[in-house]
């Protein structure tokens, strides 16, 4: 079946500095990625929508300039958290479709950020 | 706005004990209803989904019914299993529009034998 590879599972950070996340899809072209984030007893909410080649769309409230997503190629897309503060302290989930419209979506294992 | 409401849990059963997570949601038109499964170390997984009314969805024992009248998707096991201990997340794609899900919060099953 489809899988999506994450990387990495867990990162502690310290306060300022900038993390990446990568989300491969492993053996299908990802048109799509969508970055998912859930606090503790929350939902997992989206943050942003990447189409490959073209830039991100970002939901309400998230901050494009903080949460730097790059979809360069079919099977990569990146989240840079940019100058993390404690409150990014978060999980963080991709997730890739092989087209736009109604179709399965294929999850990472997701990655636990730590800001310290 | 479309949201999800998910029994929060967790949920603890002995094995061969019959499981009943509740969900209800909130949307316009007609939804996809799903149940994720997350077990320890890896991604979610989709159990189970249903795309219109009076659907059933089912997989690996765990059953779905999509209940317009009611809005709601609870999943259910006859009997679970120690292998069943997982988080379940149940969320909804919109009739139209974007591909993206809305989810609960998820509901953490332990199964002891």
């Known amino acids: 079946g489809a899988v999506v590879s994450q990387h990495p599972s867990r990162v502690i950070c310290k306060s300022g500095t900038s993390v990446k996340i990568e989300c491969r899809s492993l053996d299908f072209q990802a048109t799509t990625m969508f970055w998912y984030r859930q606090f503790p007893k929350q939902s997992l909410m989206l943050m942003a929508t990447s189409n490959e080649g073209s830039k991100a769309t970002y939901e309400q409230g998230v901050e494009k300039d903080k949460f730097l997503i790059n979809h360069a190629s079919l099977t990569l897309s990146t989240l840079t958290v940019t100058s993390a503060h404690p409150e990014d302290s978060s999980f963080y989930i991709c997730?890739?479709?092989?087209?736009?419209?109604?179709?399965?979506?294929?999850f990472g294992n997701g990655t636990r950020l730590t800001v310290t | 706005g479309d949201s999800v409401t998910q029994m929060e849990g967790p949920v603890t059963l002995s094995e061969e004990a019959f499981l009943t997570i509740n969900c209800t949601y909130t949307a316009t038109g007609y939804p996809s209803l799903f149940w994720y499964v997350q077990y320890p170390g890896e991604g979610l997984q989709l159990l189970l989904k249903?795309?219109?009314?009076?659907d059933k969805g089912s997989n690996k024992g765990f059953e779905a019914t999509y209940r317009k009248e009611t809005t709601s998707f609870h999943l259910e096991k006859g009997s679970v299993q120690v292998s069943d201990s997982a988080v379940y997340f149940c969320?909804?794609?919109?009739?139209?529009?974007?591909?993206?899900?809305?989810f609960g919060t998820g509901t953490r099953l332990t199964v002891i034998p």
């Open positions: 997730s890739a479709s092989d087209r736009a419209g109604p179709s399965p979506l294929h």
């Open positions: 969320a909804l794609r919109r009739q139209t529009g974007a591909n993206n899900l809305f």
């Open positions: 249903a795309t219109k009314a009076d």
